[in-house]
């Protein structure tokens, strides 16, 4: 079974719609993140979060919001989407500094 | 802010030449990680590096951390085919965040 598993693996929605990405780990780790990669502009840090009541902005955050429910979920939302947030999206845990990526949601807003 | 650089951004060798794809950071870095990304899947990590000038190897692949530890190298002896991917350096600091460069991606013509 995958440590890092994201839900769903492939969407298609259009602009304006709320969508959220879900991801789930079993390694333990204190620590998730939420990236984005575009092609020729690699991962960028959306949101992250070293512990359950812990909740970062990263690089690239506008238009997104994340909620920690538990050590063990990170979801990310997209409350109106909008066709330049297609890209490819991955959350990563870490217990230091080493991150262990899910599988991948590739999303297309229309 | 903090900013990685990575090139080349592709990189296409006969199967058998070596590769080299390098790292360079805006700002001093406590360590820095490599990562590949096969064709469809995900970042893997492969190695920390951590100490001025260090030098470590991976059979084929050979890792360099630069003495001012803002920049970095990857090496690859004798390419296969099984190389093929994104190679990513990600630049760690203080706070425990890795800023990922934009990749090298490598392909391997048989």
């Known amino acids: 079974d995958a440590d890092v598993t994201q839900t769903p693996r492939n969407r298609i929605t259009k602009t304006g719609k709320r969508i959220m990405l879900e991801c789930s780990q079993t390694?333990?780790?204190?620590?998730m993140y939420w990236y984005r990669q575009d092609p020729g502009l690699g991962l960028r840090l959306i949101y992250y979060?070293?512990?359950?009541?812990?909740?970062n902005k990263g690089e690239i955050s506008d238009g997104y919001s994340v909620s920690r429910q538990a050590q063990a979920k990170f979801s990310l939302s997209l409350e109106s989407a909008i066709p330049n947030q297609t890209a490819l999206y991955f959350c990563?845990?870490?217990?230091?500094?080493?991150?262990?990526f899910g599988p991948g949601t590739r999303l297309t807003v229309l | 802010g903090q900013q990685v650089m990575q090139i080349p951004q592709y990189q296409h060798v006969q199967e058998g030449e070596d590769f080299t794809t390098y790292c360079n950071s805006s700002?001093?870095?406590?360590?820095i990680q490599w990562y590949k990304q096969r064709p469809g899947g995900h970042p893997v990590f492969l190695i920390q590096?951590?100490?001025?000038?260090e030098v470590k190897k991976q059979k084929r692949l050979t890792f360099q951390f630069g003495e001012a530890k803002k920049n970095s190298s990857l090496h690859i002896t004798a390419t296969q085919t099984t190389d093929v991917g994104t190679y990513f350096c990600?630049?760690?600091?203080?706070?425990?965040?890795?800023?990922f460069g934009t990749g090298t991606r490598l392909t391997v013509i048989p």
């Open positions: 990563a845990t870490s217990r230091e500094r080493t991150q262990y």
């Open positions: 390694k333990g780790h204190d620590r």
């Open positions: 979060s070293f512990d359950v009541k812990d909740i």
């Open positions: 700002t001093t870095l406590s360590n």
């Open positions: 590096l951590v100490k001025s000038g």
């Open positions: 990600a630049g760690g600091t203080g706070a425990n965040n890795l800023f």
